[in-house]
């Protein structure tokens, strides 16, 4: 498909056939998104799936993935554009080698664009080769520093960029722009007005059990209802870092290559480290919390037949 989706349900379709379960309202949103041009804002805790939904659209529409990976000190000149200091150097000696004196001249051309290196989001302003526009997905846009915002904000209002010595680069197309936050710190309202807002929670054990007969086919029925309640138990828990999704189908994934068919005690307390990410949740769990925990999933799973 290249087309957009026009309607909700061709988004449902669209995140189903890349392999993503998700629930009507955040087909909505996307298709709102989509439709009207806007980026999309997605927040929720790491894990939940916030960033795959940028991968799917770009597999399912055909168009190409232009990915800027956030970080603290991140700049224009990695995020945008620089010039090609090296390139305009040697441009600059051969002019003088030749007797070219000229500056204005030389100037005008070695900023031009044959001398630009264009970051993600220049590049996300043109179309690919098929003439489509690319999908842009702003990865954990929180772990940059707050000053780099404003350097977004003409690209999300305007699909623009100025380049003081050559002028705006416009986009034809608007790019279908993706946006994610894992809320480590509050992203400013400027940017947010931009764009349209969802926030993406921890799944219910339904949608997890699907996800997981999604992502890990083959799986016991059993088996996925065992791991799944045991991880949305652990949620409950005053932990560190929950367990998200991701960590659910790793953990899956780990135990089908350990060929278990049931949860026991011995298997959690090696495994955990698939699930928890820091030493003081697993220390937290491990031992008599995990026999207990797991105890009490069986029991209730037990009950609910």
Not at 70 to 94: F, H, P, T
Not at 107 to 132: H, N
Not at 256 to 268: C, G, M, R, W
Request: net charge negative; with cysteine; glycine share 4%.
């Amino acid at each position: 498909m290249t087309a957009l989706p026009q309607s909700v349900d061709t988004v449902l379709e669209c995140l189903t056939q890349g392999r993503y379960v998700a629930d009507r309202s955040l087909a909505t949103a996307l298709f709102l998104a989509l439709k009207l041009h806007r980026p999309l804002f997605l927040e929720g805790e790491a894990g939940v799936g916030k960033t795959e939904i940028g991968k799917v659209l770009s597999e399912t529409l055909g168009r190409r993935l232009i990915r800027l990976q956030c970080y603290e000190g991140l700049d224009v000149a990695s995020a945008v554009y620089e010039w090609n200091y090296s390139l305009q150097m040697i441009e600059i000696r051969i002019a003088e080698a030749t007797g070219d004196r000229d500056r204005s001249a030389i100037e005008e051309g070695i900023f031009s664009e044959r001398f630009l290196i264009k970051r993600p989001l220049l590049q996300a302003l043109e179309p690919d080769v098929s003439g489509l526009a690319p999908v842009l997905l702003i990865d954990e846009l929180d772990r940059t520093d707050e000053p780099f915002e404003a350097f977004l904000l003409e690209v999300l209002s305007d699909f623009q960029v100025t380049i003081p010595e050559i002028g705006t680069v416009k986009a034809k197309e608007p790019p279908i722009v993706i946006i994610t936050s894992n809320r480590t710190r509050e992203i400013h309202d400027a940017i947010k007005r931009r764009c349209f807002y969802f926030w993406i929670d921890y799944p219910d054990a339904r949608r997890e059990r699907e996800i997981i007969a999604m992502k890990v086919p083959g799986v016991a029925e059993a088996l996925t209802r065992q791991i799944v309640a045991f991880v949305q138990a652990l949620r409950k828990k005053d932990l560190f870092k929950l367990p998200g999704v991701a960590e659910t189908i790793d953990w899956t994934n780990a135990l089908v290559q350990l060929d278990k068919i049931d949860l026991d005690p011995e298997t959690i307390n090696s495994t955990l480290g698939v699930l928890l990410k820091y030493q003081d949740d697993i220390e937290k769990i491990r031992g008599s919390e995990a026999a207990q925990l797991l105890t009490q999933v069986k029991t209730e799973l037990a009950a609910s037949r």
